[in-house]
Each structure stands twice: as structure tokens, then as C-alpha cells.
């Protein structure tokens, strides 16, 4: 079903320690789209979309993410500052404290799952202050019957108080805002902040240990999709990099825009039942599929409007990090249910501002290991306070902030799944081409789509190498020639029309990439560490 109908049974949240009956449980989008505007919380846009505001965190905020360290993750989560551990006491008086606050409040419950796969589902209670997250749970989650509703039986639980501030002295947190993930109670809490990423970002990091530890499943940040004969194509890709726009395919069906597991039978399912993509620069000419998911049961985050309700998708007044939240079935061309099978080509997204990684390069199995580990993409002036000219940023398994157990976990099974299925993988600069930010211009749409057209039909001859060319500083291997793309563009260097300056800027970027897999090079193999660039300077 698409929109189940409003449950109007009463629930008891009781086991929660929530004592009072105040309690909207199952509402439909358009009851909380109009509770929102009656509360004076959001106002709808001229596309039917609810626009909301979420306050002081307009993004994740990673150094408030803690792990509750206990029996069960002690000795498996990789702890650091990714990974913060948390006392589990600490986390119990803090949880009491949000209930009590909650105890005098209106409050939204949703009873929802995760993994399209059902021998991997994962049923969810989502407890909500405000009616808007809420209805992003809605649309980020999968929806069950109403039938399956009558026994539903939660296994976690997010509890979700933006208007809770911590006391970070007496709670134990950085500072007024949290999120923390308790596997022994099966709890994400998170206060302080209205940002909803962090919402459906907490499930998934506890499903990122979930299937890797019990289910021998390997959980991707990727997106998926899949093709008219079976095939199914997996995007890797931090935010920026064109993740969502790319799998967003009018000719292949979308599986899932961000969360999914890769099964010993190599089948690949979505975890969630929506999208949250990002709106910065959004028209209707380049992304349409996107633009026209933006209409009544969608959820626009922190964007500017016009009197009429009118967005501009260009101005970043409040933040960069401009969001969308809507079910997938906004999309048309959709894979029901959410699975694939056949993984047949991954694709590596990264927006290179320092305009030296090829648009397009064939990668061998030790390059993709390397690669993955690495999760290269490159922050551009004005991202981030402090950012004057181009920075390169790392996030392992390009999803470092979800991921509890050390990367090499991962990489290791995605290495052998690779081999197991004989997939091809690719290495995709969606950034700059003739030169680094601020001087050459950003990679076209149309090129990158015809680039990846060309890799999934077969059209750029993996099997002859003369049409190759091995780059001389990263050592991969990119294609002479591509259907709708001008050669000139195929060569990075090529497009500078300054060799020295290009050289020198790519050695620039592997002398990060060498830094940065320092940390990794003690777990990681000699053909792994050989997977990287290997040259560093003239």
C-alpha cells in the first residue's frame, strides 16, 4: 500500500516509562502536513511540499554521536572519534530525563521497519515531539499494512526530542544535543536538535553493525538501481558527489537512494522507503525526476520561499545543506520491492575540486579496496567555516560517520563479494575538469550520465585495454574514447592546458590520499596498500 490510513487505535507507551494518553499514533501525511501549519511550524510551498525549519543543526552533528559501550560493543565497535563511547548509566539517567520531558508533551508515534529484504526487517518505534518529524519518519521508513499493524511488534526504538537540552556537565554530552545508540536497549536517542537526518542516520548505524556482525551482510552508503535485463548498479558516494541524482535513472528502475545490504546471495535490498536528497541548485531541466518528487507528503528543510510560496533553490541563506525528504513511491520508475539482483557494475562517485582524478577510470580489485577505504571526495571554499580554497576530505567506505565496526571490516567483504560476482568497478569524478576549483568549471551532468550510460551498456571496452590509457600518477585506467563525451574531456591533464600545473596539483592530492591511509595501513594487505597512487612528486 502506498498511504495506509490513519490508525485511529489508542497505544500505550507505558514500557517507555511515557505515562500520559497524549499520544497520535499512525497519523497520515496530510494530518501531520496540517497539524504543522496549524502549530505554526512549517508552511506549504506552491508545490504542495511541507517547508519546515530545523533550527540551530541544519546537518549531522558527528561529534555528538555516541555509542553506548557495553557487553555487546566493547570488543566490536572501532572507538575514536567517530565512534564516542558512552557510559551506560550515564545513558540511563539521561533517557529518564528526556522521558520526563516528554511526559508533559503532545507527542507522534510510528510504527515503521527497515530492509525491504524480509529476512532482514527490522521493525521500528519512532517517538516524535514534533508532527513533521514524524511524517519524515513516514516517508524515510517502510510503511507497513494496516493488517501487519494489528501484531507489530517493535524490536528498536528512536526517541526523539529536539526541544530537550542536555546538560553536558551532568549528562555526560559535548554539549545541549545527542544522539546515541544503545544495542543492549535497542534505543536511539537524540535531543537537542531538530535536524531529521539524524533520525533515519541512527538506524542505519545500528544496522551498519546489525548485518555485518549477525547477518554476514554487508550494509553500503551507496544508492542502487537497476536495469530493464536484471542488472543492478551500486553508487558509492559522500554528500555532494551526485548520488541521488544518478541513480535517479529515467532509464533503470531506483532500488534506493542511500542505505542498503549486499546478501551472501548476492541480492541487494534498501533499507529505508524514502529519499532525502540534497536541493542545493535543483531545476527541473537537470534533475527532473527529483523536482517533481517535491509536492504534497514531500518535506523541504531550511530553504527560502517566496510570499507565493515559491523556492529558490539557489539561495544558501541558511544553509548549504538544503534538504528534501520524500517517499520513493514520488518516484515513477521504481523497483517494487526494493531489491535487486545480478550486481553487475559499482560505481565510486567523488567531486574532486582539485580537478586531476579522470571523469571516468576503471579501477582493479586492489584499487577498489583502496579506494573504498578511502572515500575521497574534496570540500570547496565556503562548505565549511574556514574553507578558503580547495580541502580533501576522507570518510572510509565513503560513510565513516555510520559505520561502528573498523572500516578493513568492511572492505573485506566488499573485496570478497567483489570477486564472488565478478563486478566492475569504477572510479567517477562528478567535480572539476580544467583545473581545481575556482579556476576550472564543474564536470557536466550530461557527460557524467553518458560516461555512466557507456559502463553499464558495455561500451567502453573493458576487455581491450588499448583503449586505455593508465594514468600516470593514480594508476588507473581511463577509457581513450566514450559515446557523448568529447575526448579532450576524458584526459584531466588534457583539459588544463598547463602539464606543470596539473602535476603538481596531483601530486598534491596523493600525497593526502598517502596520509590519509596511514591509519589504515597496519590492517590493510601489501596488494591493498598497493591500490593507491604511487607517486607522490617529481
Not at 126 to 146: K, Q
Request: hydrophobic share 35%.
Amino acid at each position: 500500500m502506498k498511504d495506509s490510513a490513519s490508525v485511529t487505535k489508542s497505544i500505550s507507551l507505558k514500557s517507555y516509562g511515557i505515562t500520559h494518553d497524549n499520544v497520535n499514533y499512525q497519523l497520515t501525511p496530510d494530518e501531520l502536513h496540517d497539524i504543522t501549519i496549524e502549530l505554526g511550524m512549517g508552511k506549504e510551498a506552491s508545490s504542495g511540499a511541507l517547508a519546515v525549519n530545523t533550527g540551530e543543526f541544519t546537518g549531522r552533528s558527528p561529534l555528538d554521536r555516541f555509542i553506548v559501550k557495553d557487553d555487546i560493543t566493547a570488543d566490536k565497535v572501532w572507538w575514536g572519534d567517530i565512534n564516542i563511547p558512552f557510559e551506560s548509566e550515564k545513558f540511563d539517567k539521561l533517557y529518564d530525563k528526556v522521558i520526563a520531558y516528554l511526559n508533559e508533551r503532545e507527542l507522534y508515534v510510528r510504527d515503521s521497519y527497515a530492509c525491504a529484504d524480509p529476512a532482514y526487517r527490522l521493525n521500528l518505534r519512532v517517538i516524535n515531539e514534533h508532527p513533521w518529524t514524524n511524517m519524515f519518519a513516514y516517508n524515510m521508513f517502510l510503511r507497513p499494512t494496516e493488517e501487519e499493524l494489528e501484531d507489530f511488534d517493535p524490536e528498536w526504538t528512536v526517541v526523539n526530542a529536539p526541544g530537550f537540552k542536555a546538560d553536558a556537565k551532568v549528562d555526560g554530552t559535548r554539549q545541549h544535543n545527542f544522539a546515541i545508540l544503545n544495542f543492549s536497549r535497542k534505543i536511539v536517542l537524540i535531543g537537542g536538535t531538530g535536524y531529521t537526518g539524524e533520525i533515519k542516520k541512527g538506524i542505519f548505524s545500528a544496522l551498519n553493525f546489525i548485518l555485518p556482525v549477525y547477518k554476514n551482510t554487508l550494509p553500503m552508503h551507496c544508492s542502487a538501481n537497476v536495469g530493464e535485463s536484471g542488472d543492478t548498479a551500486i553508487f558509492f558516494g559522500l554528500s555532494g558527489t551526485g548520488k541521488t541524482t544518478l541513480s535517479t535513472d529515467p532509464d533503470r528502475k531506483l532500488i534506493g537512494d542511500d542505505e542498503h545490504g549486499w546478501t551472501p546471495n548476492n541480492t541487494v535490498f534498501n533499507f529505508e522507503g524514502g529519499c532525502y536528497a540534497k536541493v542545493i541548485d535543483l531545476s527541473q531541466e537537470k534533475e527532473p525526476e527529483i523536482y517533481g518528487a517535491i509536492k504534497k507528503g514531500a518535506i523541504l528543510e531550511n530553504v527560502i520561499m517566496d510570499e507565493n510560496g515559491v523556492v529558490d533553490f539557489s539561495d544558501t541563506s541558511i544553509t548549504q545543506n538544503t534538504r528534501v525528504s520524500y517517499p520513493i513511491y514520488h518516484i515513477e520508475n521504481i523497483q517494487q520491492p526494493s531489491i535487486g539482483e545480478n550486481v553487475k557494475n559499482i560505481f565510486f562517485l567523488t567531486a574532486d575540486a582539485f580537478g586531476v582524478l579522470p571523469p571516468i577510470s576503471k579501477l582493479t580489485p586492489a584499487q577498489a579496496a583502496y579506494h573504498f577505504i578511502s572515500g575521497y571526495t574534496a570540500k570547496v571554499a565556503g562548505t565549511e567555516a574556514g574553507v578558503v580554497e580547495p580541502q580533501p576530505s576522507f570518510s572510509a567506505c565513503f560513510g565513516a560517520p555510520f559505520m561502528p565496526l573498523h572500516p578493513t571490516k568492511y572492505a573485506e567483504m566488499l573485496s570478497r563479494k567483489m570477486k564472488e560476482s565478478g563486478v566492475d568497478v569504477w572510479l567517477v569524478n562528478t567535480g572539476w575538469t580544467g583545473g581545481p576549483y575556482g579556476v576550472g568549471t564543474r564536470m557536466k551532468l550530461k557527460y557524467t550520465r553518458a560516461m555512466i550510460s557507456a559502463a553499464l551498456n558495455g561500451e567502453l571496452g573493458l576487455y581491450n585495454y588499448e583503449k586505455y590509457h593508465i594514468h600516470s600518477v593514480f594508476g588507473v585506467a581511463q577509457p581513450r574514447e566514450c559515446p557523448g563525451v568529447p575526448t579532450q574531456v576524458l584526459s584531466p591533464r588534457a583539459t588544463w592546458n598547463n602539464d606543470e600545473a596539473y602535476y603538481k596539483t596531483a601530486f598534491k592530492l596523493t600525497n593526502a590520499f598517502r596520509e590519509n591511509f596511514k591509519k589504515f595501513e597496519s590492517y590493510a594487505s601489501e596488494e591493498i596498500r598497493r591500490g593507491g597512487p604511487q607517486r607522490y612528486g617529481f
